[in-house]
């Protein structure tokens, strides 16, 4: 069975920057479609950014354009997600995602808190 593993988040005042990593365990297909959704509280879970490997797009929301990066790592299957310039409208539960064949939610990660402060 497929197993996301994240690490980062946490707590950070406004225009500061936080690191999200998320690893696969056991995903045995050369190709894959993965990145992190957020979904602040009492809200609907939306993407933020993704990346595919078999096509080379990548996905950004308008709203972390040009403050957030995501990276693979072609060695392993496993994203990062650089997040400068925070705002508290930054602040959700951050999940990381991986799919095939043309999904990008195929499995979870258990999410990672972000916390932004004014």
């Known amino acids: 069975q497929v197993r996301l593993v994240e690490s980062g988040g946490g707590s950070v005042q406004a225009g500061g920057s936080l690191r999200l990593s998320c690893v696969a365990d056991?995903?045995?297909?050369?190709?894959?479609?993965m990145g992190w959704y957020r979904q602040p509280p009492g809200k609907q879970r939306k993407g933020v950014a993704l990346l595919n490997t078999e096509s080379g797009d990548v996905y950004y929301a308008d709203s972390v354009k040009g403050r957030f990066t995501i990276s693979h790592d072609k060695d392993s299957v496993s994203v990062s997600l650089q997040m400068d310039n925070l705002t508290p409208e930054d602040t959700a539960m951050y999940y990381c995602s991986l799919g095939r064949d043309g999904s990008c939610i195929d499995w979870w990660g258990q999410g990672t808190q972000v916390t932004v402060s004014s």
């Open positions: 056991k995903y045995d297909y050369t190709n894959y479609c």
